[in-house]
């Protein structure tokens, strides 16, 4: 079904321009990839988009840009969307980078995927330093929906935005999700089409009255026509030159726990008989082996799991021959048991100012370090 829309508000340039800040696995790059042909097969508009990453890896940051300008006219920038009009935060963890939110103008309608509430949110957007101005902030349990319906966080976000955009038909959306998806995955359709309708119901404006009457009198001559004010921007506090960036997502800072999606693989020691397939099977160093005895033997034993690292792909559980690994809801484990960090991937900060923001664990960043030791490589 192809509708011709009114674009709400266009830059200089003639653009709707839209920005997805999500997190490696989270399918944000594909969601990007269904907006940009949902314009142009769907709306009847000329449209772009592409992504950028920051690397392979699953768990690192993903962002991802959006164009649409209307069908008479040629989208003739092609950099990453700077002051998008609507932005799409995949993970509340994400917030912890002020980066995500720069660029935010009076027109920009904001979509966060978190379980926080609203009386939260609010503190916490309060309490990074500086602030810019929004129009409509809209927040779901993205991965909770995609739970319930069997789906991705993906789709339930494509729903959530195409509510806070106001401009796209529902059945549009169903329409793009069913020729992109229905291709590649025919058997998760229903579910995924489930995801997507539960996000677009579940996606909530929120009201933020007394945040926006309390910043009023702060806000800037230039912002003073936005509706709030929230954090701010990379211009007011840049990352320092060579710096590391000590977020989530991040391969430095370990943490990759944002990638997972409501799993986690749960660790019954007894029933383990440290066979090591978990530990060479995993992508990420999670299984923390050190030598024990076992049966009488010495031998090394598996203690536990560095849950910092794992990103929840669930490999493992399918491997294990003894069901000493199954899958568990992580919200049902919030103290992990057998929960373990991994020492070796633990850098004291004197390790970053003597090798500088080096990779953790790749083999050059192996040598790197060996070479510095003054060791033989
Ligand atoms: S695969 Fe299962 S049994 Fe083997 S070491 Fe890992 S947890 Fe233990
Ligand atoms: S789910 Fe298992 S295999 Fe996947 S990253 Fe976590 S520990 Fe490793």
Not at 255 to 268: A, H, K, M, T, V
């Amino acid at each position: 079904m192809t509708e011709s829309v009114r674009l709400p508000a266009v830059n200089d340039m003639g653009n709707y321009e839209i920005r997805l800040e999500s997190i490696g696995g989270l399918g944000a790059n594909l969601c990007g990839k269904m907006l940009g042909e949902l314009g142009l097969r769907h709306l009847h508009l000329n449209s772009a988009s592409f992504s950028s990453y920051g690397s392979e890896k699953t768990g690192t940051p993903v962002t991802a840009y959006i164009r649409y300008c209307d069908w008479d006219k040629d989208i003739r920038v092609h950099s990453p969307v700077v002051h998008p009009h609507l932005l799409c935060i995949f993970h509340d963890a994400l917030l912890s980078d002020s980066g995500v939110l720069a660029g935010c103008t009076k027109d920009t309608v904001i979509v966060l995927h978190t379980t926080d509430t609203p009386d939260r949110i609010e503190k916490r957007l309060y309490r990074l330093s500086h602030r810019i101005p929004f129009q409509a902030l809209y927040t779901l349990p993205a991965q909770q929906i995609a739970m319930e319906t069997h789906s991705r966080i993906n789709v339930v976000m494509l729903g959530a935005m195409v509510k806070a955009m106001g401009f796209i038909p529902l059945l549009s959306a169903e329409d793009i999700c069913s020729e992109t998806l229905g291709k590649k995955y025919p058997d998760a359709l229903a579910a995924n089409l489930a995801g997507l309708r539960g996000g677009y119901e579940a996606a909530k404006l929120l009201s933020m009255a007394k945040e926006s009457a309390d910043t009023t009198s702060k806000t800037t001559a230039g912002n003073a026509g936005g509706n709030t004010a929230v954090a701010s921007p990379t211009a007011a506090s840049p990352m320092p030159a060579g710096g590391l960036n000590p977020h989530f997502g991040n391969s430095v800072a370990n943490d990759l726990s944002p990638s997972r999606q409501g799993y986690i693989p749960l660790f019954i020691q007894e029933r383990c008989i440290n066979c090591g397939l978990c530990d060479s099977t995993c992508p990420d160093m999670v299984f923390q082996f050190e030598k024990g005895m076992y049966r009488g033997r010495e031998m090394m034993v598996n203690r536990g799991l560095d849950y910092y690292h794992c990103k929840g792909c669930l490999r493992c559980v399918q491997v294990c021959p003894t069901q000493a690994l199954v899958k568990g809801l992580e919200s049902e484990h919030p103290h992990k048991e057998w929960f373990l960090p991994n020492q070796e991937l633990i850098r004291r900060p004197d390790y970053y100012e003597k090798t500088g923001a080096d990779g953790y664990i790749t083999s050059e960043s192996y040598l790197t370090e060996k070479r510095i030791e003054g060791g033989e490589v």
